[in-house]
């Protein structure tokens, strides 16, 4: 039994995925060498060099034929992830794989750790992401600090009853975790780090994806489904 599992979503990620997964097999070499922890990477659909250079750099993989989504590559993560406690790192390199370490050491006494990003993120989703968790928290009267951060580390038993495999295949995924976990009182902790520059392109509308969580956001303050 492995003490904790690692999911890292992919989709066309081929400048970055190897430094990404590098960083991570050179920090958590003790844990991986006396298996006591394993990564896997869920290819959603890419097109590009991807899935060939996590082959060739012996890791596992588990490939969608097409892209299902964010979300999707999470569930499939979690279906597969064989240890209870289970950290989740984007493939693009904006969160460094060391912040992930230090989430991991303090889960022990909560349910769900979250990296709180303060800085080096475009100025738009900067502001979009701080205004979208000012609003969370005055709906949820809970402090939030970053709705929909990529990097966390959490208890797989704790979201069982909160119907995680039900929740949206799309980039909102993080955002119906931390909305949930708040509003049934789940124990959080939010760590600050300083993200990396991403390589590369980024797939996501700021616009779309900010609109879709403040649907989400009133859904939640009419107390009503949110996925």
Not at 30 to 49: F, K, M, P, R
Not at 146 to 153: A, E, F
Not at 159 to 182: D, H, I, P, R, V
Request: charged share 20%.
């Amino acid at each position: 039994m492995y003490d904790f599992s690692i999911i890292i979503p992919a989709y066309n990620e081929e400048y970055s995925i190897r430094k990404v997964l590098l960083d991570i097999k050179n920090i958590f070499h003790d844990y991986l060498e006396n298996q006591l922890a394993e990564i896997l990477v869920i290819d959603d659909g890419s097109t590009d060099n991807t899935p060939n250079i996590v082959k060739n750099m012996n890791f596992r993989i588990i490939k969608h034929n097409h892209k299902l989504g964010y979300g999707a590559a999470l569930k499939t993560g979690l279906k597969n992830a064989k240890a209870e406690i289970i950290g989740i790192i984007d493939a693009d390199g904006t969160y460094p794989p060391v912040v992930l370490y230090e989430l991991f050491k303090k889960i022990k006494n909560h349910d769900l750790i979250i990296g709180v990003r303060t800085g080096n993120t475009p100025l738009v989703r900067t502001f979009g992401n701080r205004f979208l968790s000012l609003l969370a928290s005055l709906i949820l009267n809970k402090k939030i600090k970053d709705l929909n951060s990529g990097i966390r580390v959490f208890k797989k038993s704790s979201f069982l009853s909160l119907n995680y495999k039900k929740w949206t295949n799309s980039f909102s995924f993080t955002t119906t975790m931390t909305l949930l976990a708040n509003k049934n009182n789940l124990r959080i902790l939010e760590i600050p780090f300083m993200p990396s520059r991403r390589k590369g392109t980024s797939k996501l509308s700021t616009v779309n994806v900010g609109l879709k969580i403040l649907k989400m956001l009133i859904l939640c303050l009419l107390n009503k489904n949110i996925y």
